[in-house]
């Protein structure tokens, strides 16, 4: 797919770190011009020079707190403003606590609808005058937990499921304007926030952060975590015109870790 998205315009939520990083380098290699997102200005800082020594591009960034109306209206001015097209946006900001279900504060279940479930909606509503010029394409990094439900992740499940719902959804109304939206479901994936996750964990179950690691992948059979580079190359593969039919579905890169038929 080399040169495949030369003169489009990407725009990464969560784009300083993870996933979201490994799915802005990846189109930047494809000769993209991407806009990442995020709330630490830092973090972005450190990201865009990453971008830039391995793809040549420096891409957009655009600090704010995407958990607003304001933050998500920032985001898409800036763009807006910079290249007046979008060709992608990929909502994958979005981080949500685990625990125990009866330590979680009310707080922490609308911050995770917040940061996750109202920030990609209001950005794929913003930006979908944009993406119906081009015929462009929404991809939402969701999560497994949208179909396995766990007591020690509950709000994230339940924002997972709102989100896979949004999208299903969404991708009907870009049947009729020529938009794709799909997601991908990642699996565990080896990223600061999985780590951050695994800690989460292992205090509410009274271990350690490699056991339970060790367990999950026990338990689910995988060979491996994740890696981010994984989800970038299923998002740079359904915004490319060879995917052009696959649209509303959701995609999980787990290892075959989801079991059951879906």
């Known amino acids: 797919m080399a040169g495949e998205f030369a003169g489009k315009i990407v725009v990464v939520t969560g784009g300083s770190r993870g996933i979201g990083r490994a799915i802005a380098t990846a189109f930047a290699r494809e000769g993209a011009q991407t806009a990442i997102a995020s709330s630490s200005a830092a973090n972005l800082t450190e990201a865009a020079k990453t971008i830039k020594e391995v793809a040549g591009a420096e891409p957009l960034t655009v600090a704010g707190d995407l958990r607003t109306l304001e933050g998500c209206e920032q985001l898409f001015a800036r763009v807006n403003e910079h290249y007046k097209r979008c060709d992608v946006l990929v909502n994958n900001a979005g981080a949500t606590r685990a625990g125990n279900f009866l330590d979680l504060p009310d707080a922490a279940f609308v911050d995770g609808f917040a940061l996750k479930y109202l920030a990609a909606v209001r950005l794929s509503r913003l930006f979908w005058p944009l993406l119906k010029t081009t015929q462009g394409h929404i991809i939402t990094i969701i999560g497994g937990a949208a179909r396995s439900p766990t007591a020690?992740?509950?709000?994230?499940?339940?924002?997972?499921?709102?989100?896979?719902?949004?999208?299903?959804?969404?991708?009907?109304?870009?049947?009729?304007?020529?938009?794709?939206?799909?997601?991908?479901?990642?699996?565990?994936?080896?990223?600061?926030?999985?780590?951050?996750?695994?800690a989460q964990r292992a205090k509410a179950a009274g271990t350690?952060?490699?056991?339970?690691?060790?367990?999950?992948?026990?338990?689910?059979?995988?060979?491996?975590?994740?890696?981010?580079e994984d989800i970038a190359a299923l998002a740079l593969f359904l915004c490319s015109e060879r995917a052009r039919h696959i649209q509303g579905t959701a995609i999980a890169v787990d290892g075959g870790s989801t079991t059951g038929l879906y």
């Open 152 to 198: 020690e992740f509950l709000i994230g499940g339940s924002v997972n499921a709102a989100l896979a719902n949004f999208a299903k959804g969404l991708s009907r109304l870009g049947m009729r304007d020529g938009v794709n939206v799909n997601a991908i479901h990642p699996g565990a994936t080896e990223t600061e926030r999985t780590v951050q996750l695994h």
């Open 208 to 228: 350690t952060p490699e056991k339970v690691l060790a367990d999950d992948l026990a338990k689910s059979g995988i060979r491996r975590i994740g890696k981010p």
